[in-house]
């Protein structure tokens, strides 16, 4: 009796692995092979162009290295701009499923992603290869994975100059797990830091001293703050173990200053730009709702469904009366649409 539990417990951990790769699958396939959507659609083709009428080592200065390298590649197999989306859809991809494999319900983890893949990973490409990065992190961070945690730290830096804030939120998160593990993140940080000193102080300055106005910030960073309120009020309920405390902590407190940055600068895109890497809170607490207050072993599926419809409401109600929604809609897909073509907006030619 015993070795057949075993084994029915083993077949069912397969297929959840199996459905999970083809949910991987069909992500990469819905966000790395889109067709014009998304409002930075047009500037990443004008990167994608120029950077194929040059050599590989402007390619690598012209724009975070990584980035860089596989535009060159693409263009030089003559594959286009689908090549670059394609790679990081991938990065974004595994982070979010690494992350979402943790949680106690990965389903509804995924679910309440959905906001997150359509706004981060089908608008902001460089970043979203960031996040995704930042995501593996996170969940090589809680199996203390040190040296795995500062690869793809690195790996999100070369493609986002602005995801070195990683760097100093997971060192301070690991300040009690050892010296070793602190100082090998500090220490990772301060080198990415010295190489990329010119294009973090370009972003600080463009940040802060201009005024940029990240329309919908203060609701994206709102959709942050809310679970992490909710993670502070019940900490003990979310984490399972003294490292999730500390780091979910960490991360649950920059949030709720995220919103206090857009009272002390002219620009609210540095606040805007914070929130969209700490927003692995909402997965992370949302997910664990569910199981958090439940007073036996068997979830209630009211919290559950209630989950689920306030995450179709918000993606609902963005699609319907966010400024830049009409780039996402209607979809387009290379499988699908591989001779159409939708005209660039307005502003874009002024911009090129």
């Known amino acids: 009796m015993a070795g057949a539990a075993v084994a029915s417990a083993s077949h069912r951990l397969k297929e959840r692995r199996l459905y999970l790769v083809l949910v991987g699958l069909a992500l990469i396939i819905f966000i790395g092979l889109r067709k014009e959507v998304g409002a930075d659609w047009w500037n990443y083709l004008s990167i994608y162009k120029v950077i194929s009428h040059g050599s590989l080592g402007h ?57 997150i893949i359509v ?24 199996r203390g994975a040190t040296l795995r945690v500062a690869i793809s730290i690195a790996i999100a830096v070369s493609f986002h100059t602005s995801a070195i804030i990683f760097a100093p939120i997971f060192a301070l998160a690991s300040a009690r797990r050892g010296v070793g593990t602190m100082l090998m ?13 010119g294009s973090v102080t370009f972003l600080i300055e463009r940040y802060t001293q201009q005024t940029f106005t990240a329309t919908g910030a203060v609701p994206r960073l709102i959709l942050n703050l809310i679970p992490s309120v909710l993670f502070l009020a019940f900490r003990r309920r979310f984490a399972k173990n003294e490292a999730e405390l500390r780091f979910w902590t960490l991360v649950s407190l920059i ?34 709702v569910p199981t958090a207050f439940s007073t036996n072993k068997q979830v209630s599926l009211v919290p559950v469904g209630a989950l689920l419809a306030y995450s179709l409401v918000i993606e609902v109600f963005w699609l319907s009366f966010a400024t830049w929604a009409p780039y996402w809609l209607p979809y387009g897909n290379y499988l699908i649409h591989s001779d159409e073509h939708r005209v660039p907006p307005r502003w874009f030619r002024y911009v090129r």
Do not use: H
Request: glycine share 8%; hydrophobic share 55%.
């Open 59 to 115: 390619a690598l200065k012209s724009i975070e290295p990584s980035y860089g390298l596989i535009n060159w590649f693409a263009a030089q197999q003559g594959w286009g701009i689908w090549f670059p989306n394609l790679v990081c859809a991938t990065l974004f991809t595994i982070g979010l499923v690494a992350l979402c494999r943790q949680q106690p319900n990965t389903w509804l983890a995924l679910a309440v992603s959905s906001y």
């Open 255 to 288: 949030a709720c200053l995220s919103v206090l940055l857009l009272l002390f600068f002219n620009s609210s895109l540095i606040a805007d730009r914070l929130g969209l890497y700490l927003s692995p809170i909402q997965i992370f607490v949302l997910s664990r």
């Open 119 to 142: 706004l981060v990973a089908m608008g902001y490409t460089r970043q979203s290869a960031a996040l995704g990065m930042g995501m593996l992190a996170m969940a090589q961070y809680s």
């Open 185 to 197: 993140i500090s220490l990772l940080g301060a080198v990415l830091l010295y190489e990329l000193y």
